[in-house]
């Protein structure tokens, strides 16, 4: 079982800054953020796989950040530019194929 622990989120006025951590228990091939809205399905915001290939939603590109270390087994997502509708829980997703574990999620809250 892979244990994946998550740090960061909070309450930010729009605007601001964040940054979220994951650290997964062993190796994965990909690492990354989803997010759910109240009211809405879970969707991908970034990932990064252990060779640094990005995929970013489109509504986040230019404001958020993926990037890994290897080494630390950890994935952090810095997020600029907050807006309302950044507000959700995220969830931390590691995959190492072909299974796929989630984190606990740390809620996200932008005021405007």
């Known amino acids: 079982q892979v244990q994946l622990v998550e740090s960061g989120g909070g309450l930010v006025q729009a605007g601001g800054s964040l940054r979220l951590s994951c650290a997964a228990s062993r190796s994965m091939f990909s690492m990354g953020w989803y997010r759910q809205a109240p009211g809405k399905q879970r969707e991908l915001v970034a990932t990064i796989t252990s060779g640094g290939n990005t995929k970013y939603a489109d509504s986040v590109k230019d404001r958020f950040t993926i990037s890994r270390d290897n080494a630390k087994i950890t994935v952090y997502l810095q997020m600029n530019s907050l807006k309302p509708e950044d507000t959700a829980v995220y969830y931390c997703?590691?995959?190492?194929?072909?299974?796929?574990?989630w984190g606990q999620g740390t809620q996200v809250t932008v005021s405007s």
């Open positions: 997703n590691a995959v190492a194929v072909p299974y796929s574990y």
